[in-house]
């Protein structure tokens, strides 16, 4: 029997059993968080996932026997993700960047947009609330980190730092949850409420 080959006469690399698990489950997991950020939590049934992913319904219930599921191992691929875009960011940043920008950009974008839809429905889902807890926690100290990054060595060193980075945090996080359009009045307003902040709280 001869090798299969490519286009190109070449012989086709040989996909291992494992990654075509990983990359069917990437593809499920990838389509639920994409739904989530397009159209809301309620929208992301299994039915809908796997219509968006382009999988049959066998392999979805193969990886992820309910929604429950699908959800919860989306979320732990969700923030892994954002966390993943955090950290490299603060790896990169500097004090001379404009810090609310960047950090309103992490907050606010479509990963954060994704977040937010699960922490609302986790306000009637105990389960939900529970496994998001870890995973908040690990997000909290990444934006912390990227904070002191942006923010400068003197300033995150003031013993009211901690305060200032979840107050800047969290209403960023409630903002972001109006959706003001990129480059509104509103935003603009936000962002230099947000620049002030520091003058109130390092003095």
């Not at 698990?21 to 039915?47: F, N, S």
């Not at 529970?130 to 923010?151: G, I, M, V, W």
């Not at 935003?187 to 520091?198: D, F």
Request: net charge positive.
């Amino acid at each position: 029997m001869t090798a299969a080959r490519n286009s190109t006469g070449a012989p086709r690399a040989r996909v291992s059993q494992s990654d075509r698990r990983q990359a069917a489950q990437r593809k499920l997991l990838d389509a639920c968080v994409a739904i989530l950020i397009e159209r809301g939590y309620v929208a992301t049934t299994t039915l809908e996932v796997q219509k968006q992913s382009g999988l049959s319904r066998g392999v979805l219930l193969h990886y992820y026997g309910s929604r429950g599921e699908l959800i919860s191992a989306a979320a732990r691929h969700l923030y892994a993700t954002k966390v993943g875009e955090v950290r490299l960011r603060a790896a990169q940043a500097s004090a001379s960047e404009d810090w609310a920008v960047l950090l309103w950009d992490v907050v606010a974008g479509p990963l954060g947009g994704a977040s937010l839809e699960l922490l609302i429905a986790a306000r009637h889902d105990p389960d939900m609330r529970e496994y998001l807890k870890p995973l908040e926690r690990e997000f909290s100290r990444a934006n912390f980190d990227l904070c002191k990054a942006l923010l400068g060595e003197k300033r995150a060193a003031h013993q009211r730092f901690p305060d200032f980075a979840m107050v800047v945090v969290n209403s960023m996080l409630g903002a972001a949850a109006s959706k003001p359009g990129h480059g509104s009045a509103e935003e603009k307003r936000l962002l230099e409420a947000w620049r002030q902040m520091p003058d109130l709280y390092f003095v």
